[in-house]
Nanobody
Framework: QRQLVESGGGLVQPGGSLTLSCETS????????IAWFRQAPGKEREGVSC???????LYADSVKDRFTISRDNAKNTVYLHLDSLKPEDTARYYC?????????????????????WGQGTQVIVSS
């Protein structure tokens, strides 16, 4: 049973920072591309960032230069560091895994690539 568990969300003021964690189990995470998605109230889920087994990364334009994705295969954990947060970053953040290594990450933010999902962690950016 593949499991992904997000943590680290919370309430933060605009301009603040958070680090989200995605702890995985039930599979060898190093073989998988891992992505972060988010969904705000009334909006569709959107891709935020992904990292493939070769450490190639992709970011949505809305978070580029503000968020950083990283992975620690030994800890079976992927992180998303959120910096310079804006109110529009408020959303539930999910991590997801794809067995396809996605060596070309051009399409790595399409949710159809991912078949295992976590339950999400809530991020609220408000003054």
């Amino acid at each position: 049973q593949r499991q992904l568990v997000e943590s680290g969300g919370g309430l933060v003021q605009p301009g603040g920072s958070l680090t989200l964690s995605c702890e995985t189990s039930g599979f060898t995470m190093g073989y998988y591309t891992i992505a972060w998605f988010r969904q705000a109230p009334g909006k569709e889920r959107e891709g935020v960032s992904c990292i493939n087994p070769a450490m190639k990364t992709l970011y949505a334009d809305s978070v580029k230069d503000r968020f950083t994705i990283s992975r620690d295969n030994a800890k079976n954990t992927v992180y998303l560091h959120l910096d310079s947060l804006k109110p529009e970053d408020t959303a539930r953040y999910y991590c997801a895994a794809s067995r396809d290594p996605l060596y070309d990450v051009t399409y790595g933010l399409l949710e159809s690539n991912y078949d295992s999902w976590g339950q999400g962690t809530q991020v609220i950016v408000s003054s």
